[in-house]
């Protein structure tokens, strides 16, 4: 019976160790927890922080990334260097309103990207550039008024795009063409 309290008291310690030592790596205002899976990913929750940008630092075992609900008005590639698996990002409900063609390029993992109620009204060619892995792609509620027929063409596996509530006026032929797997517009 004792051995296995000291096993159980070990164990908790290196848990505990563990998630202490992740935790130093978080960005600052940030929260990150150790996500259950075998690769002991992170999640980095940055959400009502009044940030004006994608904080620095964010650790590259990162794989949700919430940085919601903030104060951000641009997202740049320097914002995302290098989180190769990070599958969901959370830029919704800030102020956005420019997106750097090519933010996104070095999240090749990425698979959900939220960027609703904000103040968008055009995106970039390039803007989804590496992003062949998204799965879905939130816009709703933007100020979108016409898309270039090619800006979502490297999603070849997005299945749900949300366009509700933008300003869309004309939709060009050809804009969603390439989307084999588009399930819900």
């Given at each position: 019976?004792?051995?296995g309290?000291?096993?159980?008291?070990?164990?908790q310690?290196?848990?505990f160790?563990?998630?202490?030592?992740?935790?130093?790596?978080?960005?600052y205002?940030?929260?990150?927890?150790?996500?259950?899976d075998a690769?002991?990913t992170l999640?980095?929750?940055?959400?009502?922080?009044?940030?004006?940008?994608?904080?620095l630092?964010v650790?590259?075992?990162?794989?949700?990334?919430?940085?919601?609900?903030?104060?951000?008005?641009?997202?740049?590639?320097v914002?995302?260097?290098n989180?190769?698996?990070?599958?969901?990002?959370?830029?919704?409900?800030?102020?956005?309103?420019?997106?750097?063609?090519?933010?996104?390029?070095?999240l090749?993992?990425?698979e959900?990207?939220?960027?609703?109620?904000?103040?968008?009204q055009?995106?970039r060619?390039?803007?989804?550039?590496?992003?062949?892995?998204?799965?879905?792609?939130?816009?709703?509620?933007?100020?979108?008024?016409?898309?270039?027929?090619?800006?979502?063409?490297?999603?070849?596996n997005?299945?749900?795009?949300?366009?509700?509530?933008?300003?869309?006026?004309d939709?060009?032929?050809?804009?969603?063409?390439?989307?084999?797997r588009?399930?819900?517009?």
């Open positions: 019976m004792k051995q309290r000291r096993w159980l008291l070990q164990t310690l290196l848990l160790l563990a998630s202490t030592a992740t935790a130093e790596e978080c960005p205002p940030c929260v990150c927890h150790v996500n259950a690769a002991r999640t980095v929750d940055c959400r009502n922080q009044e940030l004006f940008e994608v904080p630092g650790p590259t075992t990162t794989s949700h990334l919430d940085v919601s609900h903030n104060n951000i008005q641009f997202v740049r590639a914002d995302f260097p989180l190769p698996v990070l599958t969901y990002l959370q830029l919704h409900t800030n102020d956005i309103s420019d997106i750097e063609a090519g933010a996104f390029q070095n090749p993992s990425l959900a990207l939220t960027l609703q109620n904000n103040l968008l055009s995106l060619p390039g803007t989804f550039t590496g992003l062949s892995n998204l799965q879905l792609l939130n816009l709703f509620n933007n100020y979108l008024a016409e898309l270039d027929p090619d800006i979502f063409s490297p999603l070849n997005l299945v749900t795009l949300n366009l509700a509530y933008s300003s869309l006026e939709i060009r032929t050809g804009t969603f063409a390439n989307f084999s588009l399930f819900d517009l």
